[in-house]
């Protein structure tokens, strides 16, 4: 807190507008550097409010008495689910709870279902090593070459970036337990690796890009606004397609010549200033050399889309938009009424043939079929396209169409275990009201007919109830929920107050610990119209949770388990 008012006093007596410089995504803090203080009275209520905040915190924590929310049982069962080598405890894929797997079927698993495939190729620790420095090398060349075309404030990213540390990206496999038999999905943790510096850049690039893609859809809000407006005629049908593995079958040939025909038929539309040859070089790195663990062992992916790359969804929008572009939208403008693409799920409005008036499509009818073919045109990408039909799923929507109009519910995963905060969880009583609050303003946009927000909402309390709410603590919760739909609207409408006129407070939530309104009272008596801010926020975090504790990307070494020894053995088999 100290810091930020310093740093805004440092600049303001600079005369430096913090937004010529900043750019949010690049932001990396500057280490080892402390601004110079403020002005004597700002400095001095700086001193007295954290004072007042010490006295009244020790104050309290001395007087609490020791909190839990776990009962004895639990804390054993947990405490040997922990230390028990034997288990692996994961979080599932379209988050649908927690899973637990033996280590030893986890292990092979991946490695049957994944990592020894065609896709990747097993490295050994020296070569693993010396393709990381390698690879680390040239980007920093290629860094240094083009950094005089850059702006400041990507320079000062990259160069902050060098001097963090690094780690090797890590591979594990995500439970699909709605699927029989439950598979895998391969995820790649790139967080703070070296690679992951100039793809978090490539990402801000391609924003750049993004107005070139008329299929691009951002979420499922900006599809409730844009079928608002839409009149239909009596034999427009609805249709989604999905890709298989869209990032493993977007090869990076493939994907590279689409950024190459992008720049050169959209040049007079791109930025002239945008670094397209060091975008390239790089996105062509990024792509060809995802060196990344799975417990002891190293691999390198050989096909596709970098898997956890920062870049990789804008990376896959952008590539194939420009597909879509030149093969898609200008050949079948005439039948697509409306064509929208999230990532890998496609949401389209088709006119079939005329006086077609059924539920079901013509089944002859070739120029869908030509449509069909199109999409399956790009590399090995594949399309897995459903029938026309007047009411279908798309995002989190079920969507139909009624009397030429797009009527809309919201749609719930048969499998969906709503695992919503229970009472005795150690969160912020703003989280829950938070829930609250965002979940019938949901509803409320989504659900065109008046009964469907009611029925939805009401299946919402009841489940809220059997996680061990009353229902008299989330009665004034949904009746202020129910009143602020309007003011969300106005408020998602108007430009929020930029973040440089914020002051947030960042405070770890304790249940018996100092309220928030406590915290704020001091800072108005004590700094508030005097730090160089025109509003605050608390930012309260939440402690360790469950999966915090219990669900860990890497794997540990342990003597003969390790995933070396499970290869080992899959081979000798083999052999």
Not at 17 to 33: A, F, M
Not at 405 to 427: C, E, V
Not at 479 to 501: F, P, V
Not at 511 to 529: A, E
């Amino acid at each position: 807190m100290a810091y930020k008012i310093r740093t805004k006093h440092y600049l303001l007596e600079k005369n430096t507008n913090i937004s010529d410089n900043y750019i949010p995504q690049l932001y990396i803090k500057l280490t080892n550097w402390n601004p110079p203080p403020t002005t004597e009275d700002t400095e001095n209520r700086l001193t007295l409010f954290e004072k007042l905040l010490t006295t009244t915190t020790t104050i309290n924590r001395n007087n609490r008495s020791p909190f839990t929310n776990l009962t004895y049982n639990q804390k054993q069962t947990l405490q040997t689910l922990k230390k028990n080598s034997d288990f692996i405890i994961i979080p599932t894929d379209k988050n649908l709870g927690p899973a637990i797997l033996t280590r030893q079927d986890y292990i092979s698993q991946c490695l049957s279902e994944h990592l020894l495939t065609n896709n990747y190729q097993q490295l050994s620790d020296k070569k693993a090593v010396e393709k990381i420095n390698t690879t680390k090398s040239k980007l920093i060349q290629i860094f240094n070459e083009h950094k005089h075309h850059l702006k400041d404030a990507e320079t000062t990213y990259f160069l902050r970036s060098f001097k963090t540390q690094h780690r090797t990206p890590i591979f594990y496999g995500m439970p699909k337990v709605h699927k029989k038999p439950m598979k895998l999905r391969p995820v790649v943790s790139c967080i703070n690796s070296f690679s992951s510096i100039f793809s978090n850049w490539l990402d801000y690039r391609m924003k750049e890009l993004l107005f070139l893609i008329p299929s691009y859809i951002k979420n499922s809000n900006q599809l409730l606004d844009e079928l608002q407006v839409l009149k239909l005629p009596p034999n427009a049908k609805l249709f989604t397609a999905d890709a298989t593995a869209m990032y493993t079958n977007i090869d990076t040939e493939t994907g590279i010549q689409a950024f190459h025909k992008i720049f050169q038929l959209y040049n007079h539309l791109i930025p002239k200033d945008f670094p397209k040859d060091m975008f390239l070089r790089i996105l062509r790195i990024v792509m060809e050399n995802n060196v990344f663990k799975f417990g002891d062992t190293f691999w390198l992916q050989t096909q596709g889309t970098a898997m956890g790359t920062p870049a990789a969804p804008l990376y896959s929008i952008l590539t194939f938009g420009f597909h879509e572009n030149t093969a898609i939208l200008p050949i079948f403008q005439s039948n697509l009424i409306y064509y929208k693409r999230f990532i890998d799920d496609i949401f389209g409005i088709w006119l079939d043939q005329p006086g077609n008036t059924s539920i079901q499509s013509s089944p002859h009818d070739k120029t869908w079929i030509h449509f069909k073919n199109n999409l399956n045109q790009f590399g090995a990408l594949r399309w897995n396209v459903e029938p026309l039909t007047t009411s279908t799923t798309f995002l989190d929507l079920s969507l139909s169409i009624k009397e030429g109009r797009i009527t809309t519910t919201t749609f719930q995963k048969p499998l969906n275990l709503y695992l919503y905060i229970p009472p005795l969880s150690a969160h912020p009583p703003s989280c829950l009201k938070g829930l609250i609050t965002g979940e019938i303003y949901r509803y409320w946009k989504q659900n065109t007919e008046e009964t469907d927000f009611i029925s939805i909402t009401t299946n919402f309390v009841l489940r809220l109830l059997q996680r061990g709410h009353q229902l008299e603590n989330l009665r004034p919760l949904l009746q202020s929920a129910a009143a602020n739909i309007e003011y969300i609207n106005i408020r998602n409408r108007t430009d929020r107050r930029g973040q440089d006129d914020t002051m947030y407070i960042h405070w770890p939530f304790h249940p018996t610990d100092i309220s928030k309104n406590t915290i704020r009272k001091l800072y108005n008596q004590t700094l508030q119209g005097h730090d160089g801010f025109k509003d605050l926020k608390m930012a309260i975090s939440r402690p360790k949770n469950l999966r915090d504790i219990l669900c860990k990307t890497d794997l540990p070494n342990i003597k003969n388990k390790n995933v070396s020894d499970v290869l080992n053995h899959l081979q000798s088999q083999d052999t």
